[in-house]
């Protein structure tokens, strides 16, 4: 074996037909190619002991979208209808989806407004809920009203807390005091996380790709939090966050962290960015196991009453 190719005892140089068969050749497993980085692939394949990667044909839902409904935020709100993104979210075969515009602006309402606005939302998530089980022609079974809620400088959530009544679960996510130390910014998001309805830690290193490095955070603290408490951590697939990174999804499978997919999507077209999530995966060695996004309705239903 050599750069140029396997020969036999004799020097002629072998030809094989597919990747498959070269493996074969060497006595290994085939090594899927986003694995191929030398950090122990060989050694698996050799030992049968290789993950089966999650697919794109496992996913059964996306969650985290941003539709138009006016939640009156400070972020930017999506280009679409609830109902157009349903339609987008049965074109790719999804079963759920979950609706998490921002939070409303914490400057620009008080309490009250704010549960005003949220319990607008929940009225019209309802209705299409309700229209969903009446027409059954579309493979989106059921959505999801959550919120993705900005993580204060103090850990505490951007919202009221009586307001996290009318969600079914919530994203919480940084936005802003990303040069906090990282003492300071592991207690931030794990006080944010501790809240029963603070279900998913949405793109966690708040990263920007050539545009803004990731915060810094205690990450096996953060994984042993997430792992005693049943919390998520979100595998943004945005291109522009691809967040949480490959490495890291690596050792929350080691050490059974649950992740989950969100498109991020402001318009219908970005719901298409769940394969850029899928490749950072499959990258980190997950399976569908690890990936919240492949139950089905009946269970990922199942995993919130088992919280709640």
């Known amino acids: 074996l050599s750069e140029y190719g396997i020969k036999s005892k004799t020097g002629k140089m072998l030809h094989f037909e597919d990747e498959e068969s070269f493996y074969k050749q060497l006595g290994l497993k085939y090594i899927e190619p986003e694995l191929r980085e030398d950090t122990g692939e060989i050694e698996a394949s ?4 290789l993950p089966k990667l999650i697919k794109l044909s496992d996913i059964k839902a996306d969650l985290q ?3 138009n409904f006016d939640i009156e935020t ?11 993104i349903i339609k987008k979210g049965g074109e790719l075969g999804y079963e759920y989806l979950a609706f998490t ?6 400057s620009g309402h008080s309490d009250k407004k704010t549960v005003e606005i949220l319990t607008r939302k929940r009225e019209k998530i309802d209705k299409i809920n309700y229209s969903l089980i009446q027409n059954g022609s579309n493979s989106v079974k059921k959505v999801f009203n959550s919120l993705e809620i900005d ?3 103090d850990g505490k959530l951007a919202i009221p807390v009586k307001a996290l009544d009318l969600i079914d679960f919530a994203l919480v996510s940084i936005h802003s005091n990303f040069d906090l130390d990282r003492n300071s ?14 279900l998913i830690f949405a793109h966690p290193t708040a ?10 955070l205690n990450w096996p603290e953060i994984f042993d939090y997430c792992l005693k408490n049943n919390k998520w951590i979100e595998i943004n697939c945005d291109p522009m966050r691809l967040d949480l990174p490959d490495s890291l999804v690596r050792e929350a499978v080691k050490l059974g962290v649950k992740m989950t997919f969100g498109t991020d999507a402001h318009s219908c077209d970005g719901m298409n ?3 850029f999530g899928v490749s950072v995966a499959r990258r980190g060695w997950a399976e569908a196991g690890d990936i919240i996004n492949s139950r089905t309705l009946e269970e990922f239903e199942k995993l919130l009453k088992e919280r709640w």
């Open 101 to 106: 515009e921002h939070n409303p602006s914490v």
């Open 151 to 153: 993580i204060l400088s």
């Open 65 to 67: 979208i941003h539709s």
């Open 207 to 216: 990263r920007k790709i050539n545009e803004r490095e990731g915060v810094e």
């Open 273 to 275: 960015n769940m394969t």
């Open 185 to 198: 910014m592991t207690k931030r998001v794990i006080s944010a996380l501790s809240h029963p309805k603070a």
């Open 46 to 49: 050799a030992g049968g002991k």
């Open 74 to 84: 400070s972020h930017d709100l999506g280009e679409n209808s609830m109902e157009e």
